[in-house]
């Protein structure tokens, strides 16, 4: 809901727990005033009318209360906004009217002098704020912009914020930490031109939330390239979060006259229902708002990457499809080494052709084979990047990016295309939609191996629009091969988790969590990623024991399969390997998350404990079932495990256990808990409740 003060200078949005206001004073100095629980209209008014502090000299009374601070006058903060023309820097802007389009408020001022109109937009779903800005070069010279955030968000004045991100590198994606807050800056980001797997883009907030009970602030930034998130105290203790698009302060965009600027989304949401409530109200809004089709299930499916590698035949890859179709996989993957002259990571990226000796009459007949057994096809590509020994890069040096004179420098045998090059743009295009029509596929998973390094493109002045060109032309690639393929969905991965956000969700069905597919390190990358993302997104697969990729750990096909049925379900293992009994037990377990996948993939989730070592689980509830996935690391001296306290369930209602066919007071595993029978090290359980 919004709503307008009648001096038209106020705006309240409130979400169904939620308010925000602004406020723009006469002398146009744009303030926050609240964001936090729901308040009334006159609630906004009144803050608007309280007098600023009456600072002298060295501090200014704008910083921390600003709504989107610009550079330049009396600020010392960190810019959200800053602009320079020939003649001068920064921004001194008025502000000229504000317009609404249904639940989107849109308050546009103007900078006179520079030329630039500044739109800033709002939008509340849900309890989710949505924030973004348009920059308009509405003057006659260009306009360069050094940083040009999506938002700025102000914390109400409080004793001891703690901060808490998630961090990592390959393999170790979305672990969680967090440390108080202190006077100065702590900025996370990526200046490597993809998201990266170094810090997801998302912040939280609080003084002294836990799980379930207490305030805690999160935003989180849509964008796929590279970006940065500055938290801030300043001197007077306030706090500010600042984020956008690129990583520094030297150049985002040239603006030439009539040109403008739109930033990806910045999010926020507050929720007094601890990190818990947060997580869920993050979890309804990408799958109402966010990602296509989050009302369908996700299908089990199975991935032929840690099975076969490089080394795959048609034959090879339809013995696994059999054997994948017999445990009740709905999806057959085909991984990377189909195409070109992709033998090994040396050659073929960028030749987009089934290879002739691996597949002499293209993919539609292992397509159709796959088909025949019941499941649905899928294929992996890494559109974005060449290798030097392809046909591609042979005919077209010229369309990587690179720097006059300098060194292409090689990750893994590859370079980046340029994609913000209209001929590299309709190439994929030409190239993908070929491939989508040439078989019927029905799900891509889109690879990215290796960071931006020689960002560069000759001939084009600083500075370069490659770095927001690149992933605009992705946004717009993905766009429109889902449009012209309607049946086909996409999975995000780049070598795991490097590009997951808001940005890509918007326009994937899926993505890939981790290259780490050993279970028990996925219960931590797991805690961490349903912070901010959904269950339903969270691609998760059962491989082989030993664990053959990281660390050689043996576990059960049980602790296996339940740590992967907390999200997508996926089958990565060498299954022509695998003896009858395992995948026996593969079936069942199958089985079984078929019936809890609507709870899993559309249910609230409620992290009962997180993985530190001892026992840890969570819990789904969608309607009158709920089912808990517990897992217990390792039991030390004999000590029982602690029975777990359920969330979400009718204190009123007795609920049976499908698993023991014990009946459950539902105030007794709301207060005194469920016992999960785990025992030893390494032993895992699921657990069905249903209301009676
Ligand atoms: C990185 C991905 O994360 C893996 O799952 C696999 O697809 C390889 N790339 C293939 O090269």
Known sequence: MLEIAENGRTWLLSGTTSSYAVHVTEDHEFLHLHWGPLIALPDAEALAVRPLPDYRGFESPLDGREEYPVEGGPRFTRPALSVRTDERRGTEWRFEAYDTEGDLLRLRFRDAEAGLGIALHYRMRGDVLERWVTLDNQGPAPLELLRADSATWTLPDREGWRLSHLHGRWAAESRLVSAPLTYGEKVIGSRRGHTGHQHLPWVALDTDATEEHGEVYGCALGWSGSWRIAVAQLPDARVQITGGAGHDDSGLLRLAAGESYTTPVFAGLWSDQGFGGASRAWHAYQRTYVVPDA?????????????????????????????????????????????????????????????????????????????????????????????????????????????????????????????????????????????????????????????????????????????????????????????????????????????????????????????????????AIQHGFTQIHPARVMAAWVTDSPNTQLNGRVSSLRFRFVSAMAGVLGVGGDLAQWTEEELAEAGEWVELYKKIRPLVQHGDLYRLRPPRGGLSAVQYVRGDESVVLAWLQAQHYGEPVPALRLRGLDPTASYECLETGEIHRGAVLLHHGLRTGLRGDLDAAVLRLRRI
């Open 295 to 523: 009302e369908r299930d996700r299908p089990v499916l199975f991935n032929s990457w840690e099975a076969t590698e490089f080394d795959i035949s048609e034959e090879q890859q339809a013995t696994l499809a059999r054997r994948a179709a017999a445990i009740g996989v709905e999806l057959f993957v085909v991984d990377d080494g189909w195409f070109g002259a992709r033998t090994s990571d040396r050659a073929g990226l960028g030749d987009w052709r089934p290879n002739p000796d691996r597949f002499p009459g293209g993919l539609k007949p292992l397509a159709d084979y796959v088909h025949a057994l019941g499941m649905q096809f899928g294929i992996w590509v890494e559109p974005e990047m060449v290798n030097p020994d392809s046909e591609l890069y042979r005919a077209h040096p010229d369309w990587v990016q690179y720097q006059t004179g300098r060194n292409r420098t090689e990750f893994r045998n590859q370079l980046v295309l340029n994609l913000a090059r209209p001929d590299v743009q309709d190439y994929l295009w030409e190239q993908l939609d070929t491939l989508l029509s040439s078989a019927p596929i029905d799900y891509v998973k889109w690879d990215f191996n290796r960071c931006f390094t020689d960002a560069g493109w000759p001939g084009e002045g600083y500075p370069q629009r490659l770095w927001v060109d690149h992933v605009n032309a992705l946004y717009g690639l993905l766009d429109r091969l889902r449009a012209a393929h309607p049946g086909v969905a996409f999975e995000s991965c780049s070598g795991g988790g490097g590009r997951i956000d808001l940005g890509v969700l918007s326009r994937t069905d899926q993505v890939w969590t981790s290259d780490n597919t050993d279970p028990l390190d996925r219960l």
